[in-house]
């Protein structure tokens, strides 16, 4: 049993023997297990690399360097050998730290049987006796579609009797309910003959194959044929063909025609995960749609998991395509294959298109998540805000604060509260500034803060795990000062949000963060700003409004704010109040105070 020394030591003396050339490198443990596999342009610079640095940023890629024991490696020829070697290596062995590529699911295939007036059906098994298999599709709805286009439009037969042209001839067969139902033209009667029967079949395959604007202008052709020759029943039945064709093309065909046996593949990361889209298209139209989710071990990056992925996805599908429309450029030289990054036109409409059902291929993965788990939408939503926010705790409790003014006069304050990212309505507060003179939007922030956190502390009330200041640095160090004096400065997290360009302050960083302006976290900050906002302004209007009529009214000696407020309530305001007599004052407030009432708004001279 080697020491830490003498392992490094022994891992080192490898790494110096690394050839400076493509392959694939083993990492085990000190049992002899391969714990991980990659792949490198050069084995020497890529191994040599977990090795010199002396702190990696990612927790689960120090503790991979710690358990490695041993390493082998594999030289190939080229960088793309490296990538196959790497994917095939990843799946057979299913190493710890490497993303999984595993898929247990049997795609099916639509096959054409190699016999005699062939069927068309699908299946999940090949087998190699010579029959034409498409595929493979990751939708039996699609497969179903077409299946029954064929049959509706072909009528192809389903038995699997020996139709020979001796046997036929031989009279052996018998019609069977297929026939007489419409579904079969009944081959094994000589009913239709074997040229016939496969021109319908070579138009499934032309179909297939995504030509099926071939098979179309050969329809229309024979259709004008038959017309011209008055067979009106034959084109008739061709029209329809004609229709069903076109229909189905009109759903497939997304781009120009002319884009044929080309690959696309676009890919979206977050922190946990990476969700791999691909297309196939051939003439135009997307034959095969396939999305995969591949979980993070490491620290891996957007280019190594799609470049392990395109190995994958290519492998699966059997895809030959040499030409792949990609995101970004990857850094893998993939020989014999043409990468294209597109900025405008039909091939940047294609991958566009791959990226929108990515994205909707997780807002539909995350809305059933949510269905069968309320919670999981709720801590989904902290854990993102936590990650966003560079929270240490589920910010499961936050409280944000405002001020509010009229050139100084009526300064009030309010504050929201959400719980679980939803408002907490009963436990918003709204304060009247006490000690503070003019518009002075810091002091009144910082009265705020150590009023509410003073009370927090006196009646041991839970303390959130957030607090958020609607103002920029200015307000955010008034909140800061008070929570100092208040000895709870870090001890609960604190961001300032400036309200022009959404920028988020932090403690001691002059430098503002900017969160994604789609982003979940900052739609929830918004909203909490919005209720704070509302909640403050409702606060502030009552006030001023008070204010306002006792000015007006409790000059009057005599007149308390309960009358004033009797009279305010029948006549709507203090102008009506001057301009109605002495009767309709005491039909309301009684006449002594209708009296005082009176006089003021009307002295005798």
Excluded at 23 to 48: E, H, M
Excluded at 273 to 301: P, R, S, W
Excluded at 585 to 598: T, Y
Aim: net charge positive.
């Amino acid at each position: 049993m080697m020491t830490s020394v003498e392992l490094r030591d022994y891992l080192l003396r490898i790494i110096q023997t690394l050839p400076d050339s493509p392959g694939v490198y083993q990492y085990f443990d000190k049992d002899q297990k391969l714990i991980y596999v990659g792949k490198a342009k050069s084995l020497k610079k890529r191994v040599g690399s977990y090795f010199h640095t002396s702190k990696h940023e990612y927790g689960k890629t120090r503790l991979l360097v710690k358990n490695i024991a041993d390493i082998k490696t594999i030289k190939v020829a080229t960088e793309m050998d490296a990538l196959l070697l790497e994917n095939n290596l990843i799946k057979k062995h299913q190493p710890k730290y490497n993303i999984n590529l595993k898929d247990d699911k049997t795609y099916p295939w639509i096959i054409i049987k190699k016999e005699s007036f062939p069927r068309v059906f699908y299946t999940r098994k090949l087998i190699k006796d010579g029959s034409e298999y498409y595929g493979p599709y990751t939708s039996v709805k699609m497969i179903q579609t077409l299946i029954d286009l064929f049959k509706d439009q072909f009528k192809l037969r389903t038995c699997q009797l020996p139709l020979s042209e001796a046997n036929i001839a031989a009279q052996k067969f018998k019609v069977c309910l297929e026939y007489h139902i419409g579904n079969c033209k009944a081959p094994c009667i000589g009913l239709v003959q074997a040229p016939v029967y496969d021109g319908h079949i070579d138009y499934i395959r032309q179909i297939l194959k995504g030509n099926i604007h071939l098979v179309i202008n050969h329809l229309k052709q024979q259709m004008k044929t038959y017309a011209d020759g008055y067979q009106f029943e034959e084109a008739q039945r061709l029209k329809e063909q004609l229709d069903a064709m076109e229909s189905f093309h009109k759903k497939s065909v997304v781009v120009n025609p002319a884009i044929h046996n080309v690959d696309v593949f676009s890919i979206i990361t977050d922190e946990e995960a990476a969700y791999v889209n691909f297309l196939k298209v051939m003439n135009g139209a997307i034959i095969q749609a396939h999305t995969v989710e591949i979980k993070k071990k490491l620290d891996e990056t957007e280019d190594e998991i799609l470049q392990l992925a395109i190995a994958d996805i290519r492998e699966k599908f059997h895809s030959d395509s040499k030409e792949l429309i990609l995101p970004f450029e990857p850094e893998l030289d993939l020989l014999n294959v043409n990468v294209t990054v597109p900025k405008i036109g039909d091939k940047k409409h294609l991958l566009d298109l791959s990226i929108r059902n990515l994205q909707y291929y997780i807002k539909e993965k995350k809305l059933q998540l949510d269905k069968v788990n309320p919670e999981n939408k709720i801590n989904r939503l902290l854990a993102l805000m936590q990650r966003d926010l560079r929270l240490t705790t589920l910010p499961r409790h936050i409280e944000c604060f405002d001020n509010s003014n009229l050139q100084g006069d009526y300064a009030v304050a309010a504050m929201s509260v959400f719980k679980n990212a939803k408002p907490s309505k009963r436990d918003y507060r709204h304060y009247n500034i006490k000690t503070v003179t003019g518009p002075d939007d810091f002091a009144s922030m910082e009265e705020v803060i150590y009023r509410r956190y003073k009370r927090v502390l006196e009646e041991a009330l839970p303390l959130p795990q957030l607090i958020v200041i609607d103002g920029g640095k200015g307000q955010l160090s008034s909140a800061l000062n008070s929570l100092q004096k208040l000895d709870l400065l870090g001890k609960v997290a604190i961001i300032g949000i400036a309200k022009k360009l959404e920028e988020i302050y932090y403690p001691g960083d002059s430098v503002p963060m900017y969160l994604d302006k789609k982003s979940e976290t900052l739609r929830v900050i918004q909203h909490l700003r919005d209720e704070v906002h509302r909640f403050g302004i409702t606060h502030h209007r009552k006030k001023r409004s008070k204010e306002i009529i006792k000015t007006e009214l409790d000059q009057i000696v005599g007149i308390g704010s309960k009358t004033a407020e009797a009279l305010l309530t029948h006549f709507k305001s203090v102008k009506n109040i001057e301009q109605v007599t002495i009767d309709q004052l005491a039909a309301v407030v009684g006449q002594a105070k209708a009296i005082l009432v009176h006089r003021h708004f009307n002295p005798e001279p």
